[in-house]
């Protein structure tokens, strides 16, 4: 007797699930890099700030006189380097919470998919036993009819 193959008859849903997972997984990849590169574009920033204040502190700390205008365009230097840095610090805020957004979107994706796939399993199970149930009652009813002939003869 020959068992026939199994067929899900929830494939093409397992399917869909499978690339959902699959597009969760490249978004989030996406997201890590984009946070990896906030982070050194923020690193960058906080080395810019602390270059600034070391040119200011050069400036002031000779004890000479400076001009109003060098006193001004050293301020202003500084004032925009702390702003780079906290746009930078935002951007790198931001990025780590899309990055957290993805990690969930992956997480339902794969419980989705890991639900599918579960079910899968056991009707595929379900299946082979009940082949093996039928298969099993044919050699035993193949058994019995032996068995009869060799009573009778």
Request: with cysteine.
């Amino acid at each position: 007797m020959e068992t026939p193959s199994f067929t899900f008859r929830l494939e093409r849903v397992r399917n869909l699930r499978e690339r959902a997972e699959e597009r969760a997984k490249e978004a989030l990849s996406t997201e890590l890099r984009n946070e990896t590169a906030s982070a050194m574009a923020f690193d960058q920033a906080r080395e810019a700030v602390q270059a600034a204040c070391n040119v200011g502190r050069g400036a002031f700390g000779t004890g000479s006189m400076i001009s109003a205008h060098n006193l001004v365009a050293v301020q202003s230097y500084l004032e925009r380097t702390e702003r780079l840095r906290s746009e930078a610090a935002l951007e790198l805020s931001r990025a780590k919470a899309e990055v957290e957004v993805k990690r969930q979107h992956l997480a339902v994706a794969a419980r989705d998919r890991q639900a599918i796939d579960k079910l899968k399993a056991r009707q595929q199970a379900e299946h082979d036993a009940e082949w093996a149930r039928k298969s099993q009652n044919t050699l035993d009813e193949l058994a019995l009819a032996v068995h009869r002939r060799g009573i009778a003869a």
